[in-house]
């Protein structure tokens, strides 16, 4: 199953992907990691979903990622009496804790965190950003508004405001259960919502404790005034440009994308571009032009994976959404400038550990030697973070004894993940490398793969060491004689 591609796809699995049928086409179609939403999931269909995808992976012997996207508060008003209210433009326009229907004067809003946070001059946004409203005054709950941008608006329609940080936490008691229900059998990423502060990602990973990665959405302004700080404390971050355009102007949302993807890359956390990437395929089996050039824009970029949302989980060509966006990632990366433009964003310094320096110098010797494969013994997956940081051209093979390390690093730009044992001695390292660089279809009779891994051997975040070695005629015996061997198990013990 060896992806000829380094960027990975993510895709949302749903009305049109919910079979197990369904989802192996996904799978084999190109998706490496699927994305379960649990604003329309019980957890019931969680567990569907998840055994389904573990048979998946055992019957192919590839590690698959699992993502489950956490809904967060999602802040609404209340009833309208005679939907649709028409607002008009310079219309005055009332949000108040009276929860009696509202028309085109007033709407109760149901969250008291809202008036103790908004201020005049604040925007409020209405019907995913359709309507605009500019706030004049706040009194003992009621927030006075102008109509700035005016329109039809009925009962429960979202609410947004870009420029209030509202004091909510990012996680609903809804969210807690659904992430503790996730993390007991066994997902790999937790995707948290409604991000606005590093505490927000500080709290998620304390109750997450270490049985999963943390992914942050970045899809509100509070959260990019304090970028740094939550890429610190993530463990990957998403570009989820849906909210973030709706509470910035869509002009910016490009140049963030860009600011958070390099961002993530500099501090070697993994980043997903994600939302309406191939929208139109929903009804289509074709995108647009404007698509193709969307997705080659965030490949271009570096980003590690690029998101199907509703094309894969509701869409009517969910499999020709996937192999459209591997079509367009294998073109990209084949095109002549793009080891130019990857090589042109980080130009930051490697920092001053020794497993950040052995990365750095296993991409130069890669290039200087033109080995057919990197090689990376990783248990804690941090290496194969490292190296893929480096975005070598040379393919990179991330070796561990640890499904829980594959499934996650299968997220990560350019790693080709093998659960294997840790070797025995230097020897049968360079041996195991060698046969499963082989074995992978990465190398050949007469090439030459990198090695990295750390002494003792075994020992997690020991990452000191670079060997050289060579895909002779005999590692080729070995590797065909165990797989002759009568008993050579198709799927290594770990992923069963």
């Given at each position: ?55 998946i992976e055992e019957r192919h012997g590839r590690p698959i990622g699992i993502l489950v996207d956490l809904q967060g508060p999602k802040l609404r008003i209340g009833e309208i009496a005679d939907p649709p209210a028409i607002l008009e433009p310079g219309d005055t326009f009332v ?402």
């Amino acid at each position: 199953m060896k992806r000829e591609r380094k960027v990975k796809i993510l895709a949302t699995l749903g009305p049109a992907s919910d079979t197990e049928e369904k989802i192996e086409a996904l799978f084999l179609a190109g998706a490496d990691v699927f994305r379960i939403n649990m604003s329309h999931s019980s957890h019931e269909q969680l567990k569907n979903y998840h055994d389904m995808i573990r048979r998946i992976e055992e019957r192919h012997g590839r590690p698959i990622g699992i993502l489950v996207d956490l809904q967060g508060p999602k802040l609404r008003i209340g009833e309208i009496a005679d939907p649709p209210a028409i607002l008009e433009p310079g219309d005055t326009f009332v949000l108040d804790n009276d929860p009696t229907p509202g028309d085109a004067t007033r709407a109760y809003l149901p969250h008291p965190e809202i008036f103790e946070a908004i201020r005049p001059g604040d925007q409020v946004l209405l019907n995913d950003g359709l309507i605009r409203l500019s706030v004049l005054e706040v009194e003992e709950g009621r927030i006075v508004t102008r109509v700035i941008y005016g329109g039809p608006l009925s009962s429960r329609k979202g609410v947004n405001l870009p420029d209030t940080v509202v004091p909510l936490s990012a996680m609903t008691d809804k969210d807690k259960e659904n992430l503790d229900y996730a993390c007991a059998l066994g997902v790999d990423w937790i995707a948290l919502s409604f991000v606005q502060r590093p505490d927000d990602v500080a709290a998620a990973r304390k109750r997450v404790r270490g049985r999963a990665g943390v992914l942050a959405k970045i899809e509100k302004p509070a959260a990019l005034r304090c970028l740094r700080e939550i890429i610190e404390l993530s463990d990957a971050l998403m570009v989820a440009r849906g909210d973030l355009g709706v509470e910035l102007p869509l002009e910016s949302v490009p140049g963030w994308q860009k600011r958070i993807t390099r961002a993530a890359r500099r501090a070697g956390k993994p980043v997903v571009v994600a939302t309406q990437m191939l929208e139109s395929m929903i009804e289509n089996p074709s995108p647009t032009r404007a698509e193709v050039s969307d997705v080659a824009t965030a490949v271009f970029e570096g980003a590690d994976a690029i998101m199907l949302s509703a094309e894969s989980a509701a869409g009517k060509w969910p499999v020709e959404a996937v192999m459209t966006m591997d079509r367009i990632a294998q073109n990209v990366e084949s095109d002549p400038n793009y080891r130019d433009i990857i090589r042109s964003q980080l130009e930051t310094r490697p920092e001053p550990t020794t497993a950040d320096a052995i990365s750095a110098a296993a991409r130069s010797i890669a290039e200087t030697l033109k080995v057919s494969s990197i090689i990376s013994y990783t248990s804690s997956g941090a290496t194969g973070l490292r190296i893929a940081r480096e975005r070598p051209e040379a393919p990179i093979i991330a070796l561990s004894p640890k499904i829980e390390t594959v499934r996650r690093l299968s997220l990560v730009w350019g790693l080709h993940c093998v659960v294997t044992e840790d070797p025995r001695d230097l020897d049968d390292m360079a041996d195991k490398a060698c046969r499963i660089s082989f074995r992978e279809g990465f190398s050949m009779i007469g090439e030459r793969v990198l090695i990295t891994c750390g002494v003792p051997l075994g020992t997690p975040g020991a990452t000191n060491m670079l060997r050289l070695a060579d895909i002779t005629a005999e590692v080729v015996r070995q590797e065909q004689a165990q797989k002759q061997a009568p008993c050579a198990p198709a799927t290594p013990p770990e992923m069963k």
